[in-house]
Nanobody, 123 residues
Framework: QVQLVESGGGLVQAGGSLRLSCAAS????????IAWFRQAPGKEREFVVV????????YYADSVKGRFAISKDNDKNTVYLQMNTLKPEDTAVYYC????????????????WGQGTQVTVSS
């Protein structure tokens, strides 16, 4: 089992930046695929980005491509989501997720989830 702990959410004006963190405990990320999802009130949870820890090639949703960047720190066993040029439509609870399986853009593809961290972008 792996536990995921998220942090870094907050309130920011449109055009600003935030960096979210997802730290793993219980296991390392070394054999996992890790993804970020987000969910606004009353909406379905949607895919943001996915990366394989070992392979390292990221795949982004079109809505965030060019603005968000995923990265990882092997020593800290932590994955980050750098969020730049934020827009009001980015407002959501952001979740990290992990699986020992394959790349997936679907919620059902992931076994482990963090608690979520709120990101609010004011207009």
């Amino acid at each position: 089992q792996v536990q995921l702990v998220e942090s870094g959410g907050g309130l920011v004006q449109a055009g600003g930046s935030l960096r979210l963190s997802c730290a793993a405990s219980g296991r390392t990320f070394s054999t996992y695929v890790i993804a970020w999802f987000r969910q606004a009130p009353g909406k379905e949870r949607e895919f943001v980005v996915v990366i394989s820890w070992s392979v390292g090639t990221p795949y982004y949703a079109d809505s965030v491509k060019g603005r968000f960047a995923i990265s990882k720190d092997n020593d800290k066993n932590t994955v980050y989501l750098q969020m730049n040029t934020l827009k009001p439509e980015d407002t959501a609870v952001y979740y990290c997720a992990a699986t020992r399986g394959y790349y997936s853009r679907s919620v059902s593809g992931y076994d482990y989830w963090g608690q979520g961290t709120q990101v609010t972008v004011s207009s």
